[in-house]
């Protein structure tokens, strides 16, 4: 496997000249390529219009579809472009026929957005909504899955990587599980696409989202859904314009085939084109050997860092990927956070009500979160860690 040239992925990212950004689990900086492939759109937008830019730019739009398919195992028929990740989410989960009944069996380590759906479909339509038990390594418990299993389970839905930690869950165990059992699986693949090699074949998964401006590197403002072909007929998007259906009598209307039913008519297309150009740098790249630097980055910051006294790292797992996350006693996460962005090292905070069901079993408030990607450096760690506030007598923000 061919190693990423890091000089030149970093000659091509303007951010690192300025700033160590280890948040890319938030927003990753964008490549030169992307940045340039957005405002190219949006100066022809500017010059002949934005319907006409569409149609000029139409066969580099419809590109974005073949790069996702082709990052992901997918067909490009499977795809729809949505605005971001929780509406690709959204329209995916809200598709589903809720019947009185139904049971939602999902991880411990679920985000918040998710859990709120979740508990929102219990009260509309009076489905359960459970937790699978964390195995030892504190992923997913496959076996307790299976046990759980029955006829009422209508829906599996798992967060791949979990926003608060490095932990990766077993997609494809669970895959083969909901396989066994017929019941729907949703991937949340928020943290996983740009960061890991991902198919959804290998995985098994009916439904799959993720956002742009993760790992990807790109655009805000930009995300997509992957619906597998065995079950695309079987959902109706909650919201429907006369891009994903047509209007075809008086009082009827037919739901598009493919998986541009869960789109809408009207679009970012500057942002879409930027989508597919990240994606496209992806492929160039390597998925495999994005994964192979980012993790082992991910791996040598939880070394450092546990290294440093006062320093507690809090990510499980038997697979660990680049989010890294950890508090420093006595201190208040976001204060940590803050004196870092003030040395010039972007990291984030994860709060407790973003991942209810994992952080009150572990008893923690919050914890940072630096997440490195393959266009950084070790020295880049090294400074991270050298602007940590040292420990404090106190409260901690854990």
């Known amino acids: 496997m061919a190693g990423i ?82 509406r690709a989410w959204d329209m995916a989960f809200y598709a589903l026929p809720w019947a009185p009944g139904d049971r939602i069996l999902t991880a411990r380590a679920e985000y918040a957005s998710n859990a709120i759906a979740f508990l929102q479909t219990a009260r509309r339509h009076g489905v359960s909504v459970e937790t699978v038990p964390d195995d030892a390594d504190g992923q997913l418990d496959v076996d307790a899955l299976r046990a759980m299993v029955d006829e009422r389970v209508k829906l599996i839905a798992v967060t791949h990587v979990p926003t608060q930690g490095g932990l990766v869950n077993p997609a494809a165990e669970i895959g083969k599980a909901a396989r066994e059992a017929g019941a729907v699986y949703l991937l949340d693949a928020c943290q996983s696409v740009g960061q890991l090699p991902l198919d959804v074949g290998e995985i098994g998964c009916d439904l799959l989202t993720a956002p742009g401006r993760k790992f990807l590197r790109g655009p805000r403002g930009t995300g997509f ?50 989508l597919g150009v990240a994606a496209e740098y992806a492929l160039a790249l390597g998925p495999d050997a994005i994964a192979e630097r980012a993790t082992r980055l991910g791996a040598a910051l939880r070394e450092r860092l546990r290294a440093r006294p006062g320093v507690r790292v809090h990510d499980r797992g038997a697979r660990r990927c680049a989010i890294v996350t950890f508090t420093v006693e006595g201190r208040d996460s976001q204060d940590v956070a803050g004196a870092l962005r003030a040395a010039g090292v972007n ?44 420990p404090a007598v106190g409260p901690t923000g854990a």
């Open 5 to 86: 040239d890091v000089e030149r992925v970093r000659r091509e990212t303007a951010g690192v000249g300025r700033v160590v950004h280890l948040d890319n689990a938030g927003a990753a900086l964008q490549p030169r390529p992307v940045v340039d492939a957005v405002v190219e759109h949006l100066r022809l937008e500017e010059e002949v219009g934005g319907y006409e830019a569409a149609r000029r730019q139409a066969g580099r739009i419809e590109r974005t579809y073949d790069a996702l398919a082709g990052l992901i195992g997918a067909g490009r028929d499977d795809i729809a472009l949505v605005e971001n990740a929780t």
């Open 225 to 274: 859904l992957y619906c597998s072909p065995r079950i695309r007929a079987r959902l109706e998007p909650p919201f429907l314009d006369l891009h994903a259906a047509t209007w075809t009598s008086a009082d009827s209307y037919r739901v598009r085939a493919d998986a541009r039913r869960f789109e809408s008519w009207e679009a970012n297309h500057a942002a879409r084109i930027g």
């Open 347 to 390: 990291v984030s905070v994860s709060l407790a009500e973003y991942a209810r069901w994992d952080f009150d079993a572990r008893s923690l408030t919050s914890v940072v979160r630096a997440s490195p990607h393959y266009y950084n450096t070790e020295a880049e760690l090294d400074r991270l860690v050298a602007a940590l506030p040292d």
